[in-house]
């Protein structure tokens, strides 16, 4: 009898790690994922301000064709952001399954 129930509680155990170490591996893929984001966020905006201290150097067409690659960039920026919004919204579902598997123990 007592081996029986060591026996059934080492298989918990065992699935509850097991559960553990999935909910880990996809928060770490979702961080793997929001570095990326935020890379992206920065080199975007970095572009942005480049693109708006040389626009203030130079005038005529130039300063169209720097209006041009803002917008590109402001575009791309929206882009990124909706990205990390949605990285956001994914990560915390994942939190919360992770915290209902931990409150399920």
């Given amino acids: 009898m007592v081996i029986t129930e060591l026996q059934r509680e080492l298989v918990e155990l065992e699935g509850d790690l097991a559960d553990e170490a999935r909910a880990k591996a996809r928060l770490h893929a979702l961080n793997a994922k929001l570095g990326g984001v935020i890379r992206e966020l920065e080199e975007t905006g970095d572009a942005m301000v480049g693109l708006i201290d040389e626009s203030e150097r130079q005038s005529g067409y130039w300063l169209v064709d720097m209006?041009?690659?803002?917008?590109?960039?402001?575009?791309?920026?929206?882009?990124?952001?909706?990205?990390?919004a949605a990285l956001a919204a994914e990560a915390g579902k994942e939190v919360g399954s992770s915290a209902q598997l931990e409150g399920d123990s």
């Fill in 67 to 84: 209006f041009r690659q803002l917008i590109e960039q402001a575009k791309r920026w929206r882009m990124v952001k909706a990205r990390a």
